[in-house]
């Protein structure tokens, strides 16, 4: 079955920097475009990023644009988020899945804290 294992988040600071990783299963990844969903306490899940499958065309939420990275190894099965200048407004559970066809993993939580 169609599985996603999102990894690599945390606690850090204002300012700082994190990558997440998702390993994805189940489905040839090389067909699908994929995206990184985040959802903050309180507030509906929104999209962050999206990658097509050659990994040559992304798109970003305003919101994260010039801070956020997202990138795909499609040998690999795995998608990226490399979040830079980091702020509290990122504080949430972040999410991996295909762009057109959603379901959800377990998540990884960011927590960007002094």
């Known amino acids: 079955q169609v599985q996603f294992v999102e990894s690599g988040g945390g606690l850090v600071q204002p300012g700082g920097s994190l990558r997440l990783s998702c390993a994805a299963s189940?489905?040839?990844?090389?067909?699908?475009?994929m995206s990184w969903y985040r959802q903050a306490p309180g507030k509906e899940r929104e999209s962050v990023a999206t990658?097509?499958?050659?990994?040559?065309?992304?798109n970003y939420a305003d919101s994260v644009k010039g801070r956020f990275t997202i990138s795909r190894d499609n040998a690999k099965n795995t998608v990226y988020l490399q979040m830079n200048s980091l702020k509290l407004e990122d504080t949430a559970v972040y999410y991996c899945?295909?762009?057109?066809?959603?379901?959800w993993g377990q998540g990884t939580q960011v927590t960007v804290s002094s």
């Open positions: 899945t295909r762009t057109t066809v959603r379901t």
């Open positions: 189940g489905f040839t990844f090389s067909s699908y475009s």
């Open positions: 990658i097509n499958t050659s990994g040559e065309y992304t």
